[in-house]
């Protein structure tokens, strides 16, 4: 029988749903929605499911990560349930369930907590940069050496264990389990849809917003690459430093380009930004913007007597790994494309 959370609608709101609880359910969300099916039906049976509290139901349902939010089904609901909002805050619910460490609900819900841990990263690099007495030789060889261990700690420790808990909250569900083989042949759609998110084409209004989202992914995991594995900051080459510039700029311009749009309220997707969302695209825009005034304060020499910006870099780069890469919206990144894999899993399961 299904477990009925009484208290979910308020528990909801905590991670930015709006009254949800005034829908009818007459259904035209759903008629609206492009990428709505016969087999994935939504947004209408998730504003169901959210009225009724069927949290186990939501828990193993991968329809919040198959809504691209462009926010047509809001603009045409004669109830202003705004279902797509409530879409997003599933995304977001469901992420602090995924998360073993409990700490992405609890930053999601206060927003003094974020800012206390955000102040106390910084204090904390600004007090280890001062124990080098701020030598920038040594500051710039320990930031290397970190992202290095960011990156394989924060997805060793905490992203894969909670992709299994996301795994097993959905397959767990399914009465017919696919077949191992599945696993394998639909690899290709997990990597399809993490590095292009083809299917928010089949959005009406959504091809800027994609090919913005692509060049930003790919810009994003270039500049990666580049600083961590080809040492962009102490590189000579010629060809590794204007790659570099070109990733970073990608980075900052479309970034700024998403912030004005938050700013300016234009679409339904930008009308109803959370902190989480703020500091994504902020943090995004400043790790672009800062790294490239790194590199091109060393180009001009004149780095060393401006230790204060590889300061600024570092304290940021330090808040995306250890707070939002685990905890925050980077995670919806890597969330969707897993929930594309499973589905794509459980179609060739059933096929088979
Ligand atoms: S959310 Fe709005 S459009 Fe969708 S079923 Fe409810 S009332 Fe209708
Ligand atoms: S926001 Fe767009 S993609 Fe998401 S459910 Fe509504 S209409 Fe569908």
């Given amino acids: 029988m299904a477990k009925i ?17 005034a829908c009818y359910n007459c259904g035209t969300c759903t008629a609206t929605c492009s990428l709505s099916t016969k087999d994935d039906s939504f947004p209408r049976e998730m504003v169901r499911y959210s009225t009724l509290g069927l949290e186990d139901e939501i828990k193993s349902s991968l329809k919040p990560w198959m809504c691209y939010y462009c926010g047509e089904c809001s603009t045409n609901c004669p109830r202003e349930a705004n279902p797509g909002e409530l879409m997003m805050s599933l995304r ?7 998360d073993w460490t409990g700490l992405s609900g609890l930053l999601y819900k206060s927003l003094l907590l974020t800012t206390v841990l955000f102040v106390l990263s910084a204090l904390g690099v600004i007090w280890y940069s001062a124990r080098l007495d701020f030598h920038l030789d040594a ?67 959504n091809q800027t917003r994609w090919l913005e ?15 961590v594995f080809l040492d962009w900051f102490s590189a000579t080459n010629i ?75 570092i304290i940021v ?5 250890v707070l939002i890469v685990p ?20 179609e060739q399961g059933v096929k088979a």
């Fill in 139 to 205: 500051i710039m060889h320990l930031g290397h050496l970190f992202e290095m261990f960011a990156i394989l700690s924060v997805f060793v420790l905490i992203l894969l264990p909670n992709l299994l808990r996301m795994w097993l909250y959905v397959e767990g569900k399914r009465e017919k389990k696919a077949p191992l083989k599945s696993y394998f042949k639909s690899l290709g759609d997990l990597f399809i849809h993490m590095f292009t998110q083809k299917r928010a084409l089949g959005c009406d209004d």
């Fill in 92 to 98: 977001r619910w469901l992420t602090a369930q995924y």
């Fill in 327 to 346: 905890f925050g919206k980077w995670t919806h990144f890597l969330y969707r494309s897993f929930a594309m894999y499973l589905a794509a899993i459980k």
């Fill in 317 to 321: 780069l330090f808040q995306w790994a």
């Fill in 239 to 313: 060809f590794i430093i204007a790659l570099g510039y070109i990733e970073s700029t990608a980075v900052f311009i479309i970034t700024f380009d998403f912030m004005r749009r938050r700013m300016q309220k234009e679409k339904e997707v930008s009308k109803h930004s959370q902190p989480s969302d703020w500091l994504f695209v902020i943090w995004l825009f400043l790790m672009g913007f800062t790294a490239f005034g790194v590199r091109l304060f060393i180009d001009l020499n004149i780095l060393e007597q401006n230790t204060w910006l590889y300061l600024v870099h």
């Fill in 213 to 227: 989202h692509l060049i930003l992914v790919f810009g994003y995991l270039l500049l990666l690459f580049t600083t």
């Fill in 5 to 21: 959370n009484p208290s979910f609608s308020k528990e909801l709101k905590k991670y930015g749903a709006f009254d949800f609880n």
